[in-house]
């Protein structure tokens, strides 16, 4: 395998592209105008809110679980809600419509916490990029679009260590399948996806599966949130289930702290006192950094879906958290929970990335292989882009650029499940327009590395199988029929005695690892909240968000974050529904 110059391994490394890029895409994304998204009539700008309102929810990220969240909260059963959004609304950013625009968007993201760019970049504390959303529909509106449900046991263990999460497996089927009707599609394989489907059945990733949304062994293609047209849909698209007039979605919205006020505990026999704290309302800052207060009605509740930075940054911003980091910070303490941003997890990628010898059409993940059934092995996936070449020709003198030279890149990946390495996430002030600090310790834990290890060797494997044989270019400067063909590689390859050598094979995964994007934790669930996703010491909050996430839920998180916004508020809904039965009980007795 030949790897390519470092400059240009530094331009076309694939999902970490500079910004100078995005002025080179080529401008028209989605063809023809769409007509407006339908949950349009919801929303409105921070700035033209009341500087006082009331509601029976506050979402507070209007994002992958906020939005189905949201509009189940505001359906039937349901009262008023208000989501509070920090970014804006994915119309306002053209490439976002498109799998086309997934490179662009990333290109787009910018680090500044005033920025209008619906991806925000941040590198942790390990040295590796990463990027989070900031814009309606959170990560669902900048992803790849893969769409795969939770592991079967992943249920189980979720709240491993704490309480046991008990949950409704008919309610998360029928939550999954409500998600599915409006957002789920199944792909057109070809090009890249094609032969990537051979080489892992080749490589023994068997059995062949076809195409399904369930996470079963073997190979398998996956749905996409991308439709027929090819345009993208989004969490936000949810929103239109929501009923007129019980629902508004405030974008550029930047929340900067939960309103807490004490409350009388009560001590019930056997068991421990309720919170003497409660959630209040939130307060949160418009574009004109003009502050706002939307306040809970009675019975109301405030419901943080913001994410695995945004979640745990608020909880510690508004009092709760380690006590003793919170004081050091001049912040007052409402509860104690010491493990507030703690147990946070990023699944480790890394890959193989090459330029082709034959023209590939652009394709994000759609094929991917699952080889044990235990989630004890990496998975591997695939996708190819068309990266723009204008930033090499502007350095090597005179070009149009109006017309610039393009380059397809395609990459094979494998992303560590779990995983079991994990950090933690800290405020470095009291500021919250601020970024936390994280670090996620990528590969400390051995078991982690030997996975690497494992999955890398696959990934070659496929690399190796006759499939792949069409992609290797000519390399030498004897004739066109003699000269030996190796795979061009964009940055590191693999040692060459990969297939023996596991010191080698690990050390290539600690130096090139990389991020899929699928970090969580924070707010861990049987350690910040409890099975009903309520925080723990504090009444009328809970955290809905892939925060809660001990472990990645299956090879994409998506499905099961949009899953989890309809199951849980379908659940309060039901608890909604008991109060007033109970009050209508009571009452009644009382008249007699």
């Not at 309103?259 to 919170?275: D, H, L, N, T």
């Not at 500021?431 to 690497?452: G, H, I, T």
Request: hydrophobic share 40%; glycine share 10%; aromatic share 6%.
């Amino acid at each position: 395998m030949a790897a390519i110059p470092t400059r240009l391994h530094l331009l076309l490394a694939v999902l970490v592209v500079a910004p100078s890029l995005a002025a080179a895409q080529p401008r028209g994304f989605g063809g023809a105008v769409a007509p407006p998204p339908a949950y349009v009539r919801y929303v409105v700008d921070a700035a033209e809110t009341a500087a006082e309102e009331a509601y029976d929810y506050i979402v507070v990220g209007g994002g992958t679980a906020g939005c189905p969240l949201a509009a189940t909260l505001a359906g039937p059963g349901g009262g008023r809600v208000l989501v509070l959004e920090r970014g804006g609304a994915p119309a306002e950013f053209p490439p976002l419509a498109t799998a086309g625009g997934f490179v662009r968007t990333l290109a787009m993201a910018d680090p500044a916490p005033e920025s209008d760019a619906p991806a925000q970049t941040f590198a942790s504390e390990d040295g590796v990029p990463n990027v989070r959303a900031r814009v309606l529909g959170g990560a669902t509106s900048i992803n790849a679009g893969f769409y795969s449900r939770a592991h079967p046991d992943w249920f189980r263990r979720h709240g491993e260590g704490g309480e046991a999460m008990n949950w409704d497996m008919r309610l998360v089927n029928a939550s999954y399948e409500w998600v599915e009707r409006e957002l789920a599609f199944q792909p057109v394989v070809r090009g890249w996806q094609a032969a990537v489907r051979a080489g892992l059945l080749e490589a023994n990733v068997t059995p062949w599966n076809g195409f399904t949304m369930d996470h079963v062994s073997g190979t398998k293609v996956g749905a996409t949130t991308f439709d027929a047209s090819g345009r993208r849909r989004s969490a936000a698209d949810l929103l239109a289930f929501a009923r007129p007039g019980r629902l508004r979605v405030a974008i550029r919205a930047t929340v900067t702290r939960i309103i807490m006020s004490p409350i009388e505990p009560v001590a019930r026999r056997g068991r421990s006192p309720q919170p003497a704290v409660a959630a209040s309302g939130v307060v949160y800052q418009d574009r004109l950094l003009q502050q706002h207060h939307a306040l809970l009605r009675p019975g109301g509740e405030v419901i943080l879906s913001a994410g695995s930075l945004g979640s745990p940054q608020l909880l510690l911003l508004s009092g709760i958290g380690p006590a003793s980091d919170l004081t050091s910070l001049g912040i007052p303490v409402f509860a104690d929970v010491p493990d507030v941003g703690k147990h946070m997890f990023d699944n480790p990628r890394n890959g193989i990335s090459i330029i082709p010898s034959i023209p590939i059409d652009h394709s994000l993940i759609q094929v991917v292989g699952i080889p044990s059934a235990n989630g004890n092995e990496s998975y591997l996936e695939a996708a190819s882009y068309i990266v723009p070449l204008a930033p090499i020709l502007r350095r090597a003198g005179p070009f149009n650029p109006s017309s610039p030279l393009y380059v397809t890149v395609v990459t094979i990946m494998e992303k560590v499940p779990g995983p079991l390495s994990e950090g933690s996430l800290w405020l470095t002030s009291s500021n919250p327009l601020e970024s936390p600090a994280v670090r996620f310790n990528y590969l400390s834990r051995p078991e982690d590395l030997a996975r690497c290890v494992t999955g890398m060797r696959r990934v070659a494997k496929v690399l190796e199988s006759t499939t792949m044989d069409v992609f290797r270019s000519a390399m030498g400067s004897l004739s066109q029929d003699s000269r030996r063909r190796e795979f061009r590689i964009v940055g590191a390859a693999l040692p060459v005695d990969w297939g023996t050598n596991d010191t080698a094979l690990g050390d290539f995964c600690q130096q090139t690892v990389a991020t899929l994007w699928h970090y969580h934790g924070g707010c861990v669930a049987g350690s910040v909240v409890d099975r009903d996703f309520r925080v723990f010491r504090v009444r009328a909050l809970r955290v809905v968000d892939g925060s809660t996430f001990r472990e990645t839920p299956g090879t994409n998180p998506q499905a099961t974050i949009m899953m989890m916004g309809r199951y849980m508020g379908q659940k309060m809904i039901e608890e909604r529904h008991s109060r007033r039965q109970v009050r209508t009980s009571t009452d009644s007795s009382s008249n007699a």
